[in-house]
């Protein structure tokens, strides 16, 4: 391993300027800057990169069946009167049935489970909040608009002073240590540009919807307080994660943007995906970009508790190189397959409920690409408690004995498939009022 993070250090050392356009990083002119941020960016994936994977899936399969025993005993209690609060996975048991949620926002960075458990965000700084929707000065932000908050080098932890409707002019650059928390507002990112994770640790995106992102033509952003820098055109992703680590995407509803709806790229790891609402677009995760960049081995993410509705085609996620815990997802009608991947990476499905289109070409979930029949058996895709309708089916693949040296026999089986529907029910950005459950 110490031989490989070596190698690691001089690829980005040595070939950084050449890799940023390659992977359409966005960055026009590299300056030292983004020269030091890189560094800062590759010594964290180091950190945070997990040897032991199994682990971190194992502790999050323990907070589900923990859950499960505490909902079979008070179930009736929670549907009893209307409009109580029914939490349905242990990411939200830990806030939402809390009426004091406004007024301790900063507890959900404790809440998070899987690879981006250790994602803070915000967490210990001051409260900023939004009160401007508009995005007209990319070099010197308004102050109370959302990319004045972002560029802040603090930690700070950004909520919404009302309902908005955001159009963002160019890619939002998000500095590390912030929280964007839609709780308590109907937020909109929408008919422009995405969010942008470059070279960051710790963000969390909680309560927001994101839609109809396009391209936008770069130019002068400032991307912090003290730096100005010249961006080409960005690519029209919903959310893009560049050589970031220790991230949390909860509760989004995200549809229609130009590319992707996440993208994590650039040996991007411990992240956490979940409670999400994905819906109409081609493609919903990528997880690798480049079948050439095999630094994206230590990228680690968690798919978790989200629901891929009607209207998507493909990459639920797609992964490259690296490591995808899906567990509790629910998956309606893709249009092309659900799960695939490139470059022999590590897949584990557990407890997912798959239901396929009439579509008879589409009934397999996996789909194995550039790769030739004998090398795809060869990779470790499992599929665990998972449940199939509608002609579904999901290819495994790899060696069983593999297991043992993972450390499968020790894994907390998460819940299984049939209950889904119920753990993925409030998937989404909610609808929260101060003083009452979310």
């Not at 194992?58 to 025993?69: A, G, I, T």
């Not at 909860?250 to 943007?257: E, F, K, R």
């Not at 130009?258 to 993208?263: E, M, Q």
């Not at 994206?296 to 990459?315: C, E, H, I, Y």
Request: glycine share 8%; hydrophobic share 35%.
């Amino acid at each position: 391993m110490q031989m490989e993070l070596a190698k690691l250090r001089l690829f980005f050392l040595f070939s950084f300027a050449a890799l940023i356009p390659y992977l359409s990083a966005n960055i026009n002119e590299v300056d030292e800057v983004w020269r030091r941020r890189a560094e800062e960016a590759m010594q964290t994936t180091e950190q945070y990169y997990d040897p032991n994977p199994v682990a971190i899936a194992s502790h999050l399969n323990m907070k589900v069946q923990d859950l499960s025993k505490q909902t079979a005993a008070r179930r009736g209690l929670l549907n009893a009167e209307s409009g109580q609060c029914e939490a349905t996975n242990p990411i939200d048991s830990c806030w939402r049935c809390k009426e004091n949620w406004a007024e301790n926002r900063q507890a959900l960075a404790g809440c998070a489970l899987g690879f981006g458990i250790k994602a803070t965000g915000g967490k210990g700084g001051k409260i900023y909040e939004v009160t401007d929707p508009s995005d007209n000065d990319m070099e010197n932000p308004k102050v109370g608009t959302l990319r004045h908050a972002v560029i802040q080098k603090e930690p700070l932890w950004i909520i919404f002073a009302k309902d908005m409707n955001i159009k963002l002019q160019q890619e939002l650059i998000v500095q590390g240590k912030k929280t964007i928390d839609g709780r308590g507002a109907n937020v909109h990112i929408a008919n422009g540009a995405g969010f942008m994770l470059q070279f960051v640790q710790n963000v969390i995106i909680h309560g927001i919807h994101i839609h109809n992102i396009s391209p936008r033509s770069g130019g002068m952003i400032r991307d912090s307080v003290d730096h100005v820098g010249k961006r080409g055109q960005s690519d029209g992703d919903a959310v893009s994660i560049f050589g970031s680590s220790n991230i949390w995407l909860d509760h989004l509803t995200l549809s229609q943007a130009h590319d992707g709806l996440i993208d994590a790229i650039q040996a991007s790891t411990a992240i956490t995906i979940s409670n999400c609402h994905f819906s109409n677009h081609d493609k919903a995760i990528l997880l690798g970009a480049s079948d050439t960049f095999t630094e994206d081995k230590k990228m680690q993410v968690t798919v978790a508790f989200n629901r891929f509705d009607k209207g998507l085609v493909q990459r639920m996620p797609c992964v490259r190189f690296g490591f995808a815990h899906v567990v509790n997802n629910d998956y309606n009608q893709w249009k092309m397959y659900a799960i695939g991947g490139l470059k022999s990476p590590t897949i584990l499905s557990q407890g997912n409920r798959f239901y396929a289109s009439d579509n008879q070409n589409a009934k397999e979930v996996t789909k194995r690409m550039n790769c030739s029949p004998e090398e795809g058996k060869s990779w470790i895709w499992r599929s665990e408690g998972d449940v199939f309708l509608n002609g579904a089916y999901f290819n495994s693949s790899g060696d069983p004995k593999k297991q043992i040296e993972y450390q499968m026999d020790d894994v907390i089986k998460p819940k299984p498939g049939t209950e889904v529907e119920r753990i993925t029910k409030f998937a989404g950005a909610l609808v929260c009022k101060p003083g009452q459950k979310c």
